[in-house]
């Protein structure tokens, strides 16, 4: 049963009036790493994202196009752009970002306890198209020899920057992607959905916090990334998310983010229409986390959709 328009918003107004408000908090950092962070966030809005777009086999929701582009700095993108079904006009655009250690098909697969194909096929029921890219030294673009292990050695080990650059660059392969997006007559986007598990929920809080466009936010895990100065750690970017409804889906005993972390990461989210929830688990969430998901899912939906697409 679908509500009329003027109610549902005012639902939607009435959970972001009654959150809490964050606390401002500013990234301290050196000079490397004041420099990497000025790359990531400097694009050039003329760079001509040239991307090819070509038909897929389609699933049981939609159409699937394989899309490859050049990043500005020469790298070489591949993604997946999944449609829903019945498609008349412009479909709002979801970007989905996934863990380390794996790769786009995680939001396709029904084999793993992430729940990817479940949130990936929820979205597109209620009409978005979603997106999703193999993250650097991930997937299509992974490098012999370097894998989970070794880029959590980078991460702790004397010299991050590599870490640091997979990481922003990963994002920032994600900004140009909204680049070629905004040329596509049959995608929206006005309102972005994006969401991530672990590291893809790390990159979503740093996409986020520099894309006012996305305004729905759906993050499983993110690691806190304890160096103090760190460039690509979420606490000192999340206060430029302003305007967003963001979901924080963590855990108790997660070993990457402890709650007080958690919480720390959580508070300096400057929107005001904001919720945590945390799970008894460790990383890997329980399988009612997916409840949780598509619960914002509908949500979001109920807000910004047409009615069309509601259920």
Known sequence: MSYPRAITVLFCLLLTAI???????????????????????SIDLRFPVDAA??????????????????SDDGQRVNGVLAMPADVNGPVPLALALHPMGTDLTIWARDDTPLFGDDIS????????????????????????????????????????????????????????????????????TSAVFATGYSMGAQMTLLLASVEPRISS????????????????????????????????LAARNDPYSSMPQTRQVFDAIASTDKHIQFFDSKHVLPPAFLAAATGFIDRRAHCWLPSSRRS
């Open 19 to 41: 959150s809490v408000k964050a606390q401002d908090v500013s990234p301290v950092l050196d000079r490397e790493s004041r420099e990497l962070l000025d790359e990531w966030l």
């Open 53 to 70: 777009r070509t038909s897929m086999e389609a699933d049981a929701t939609g159409q699937r196009y394989r899309v490859e582009f050049t």
């Open 121 to 188: 096929t929820h979205l597109r029921s209620y009409g978005y198209a979603v997106l999703a890219l193999d993250a650097r030294l991930h997937g299509e673009r992974k490098l012999d020899g370097i894998g989970p292990r070794e880029i959590i050695a980078l991460a702790h080990g004397e010299n991050p920057r590599p870490y640091h650059q997979m990481i922003a660059n990963s994002v920032r392969d994600y900004r140009l992607a909204l680049r070629w997006a905004d040329e596509q007559p049959d995608l929206d």
């Open 217 to 248: 936010v759906l993050v499983m895990v993110p690691p806190y990334v304890e160096r103090e100065r760190s460039p690509v750690a979420p606490r000192n970017h999340v206060d430029g998310i302003e305007r967003a409804a963001v979901t924080f």
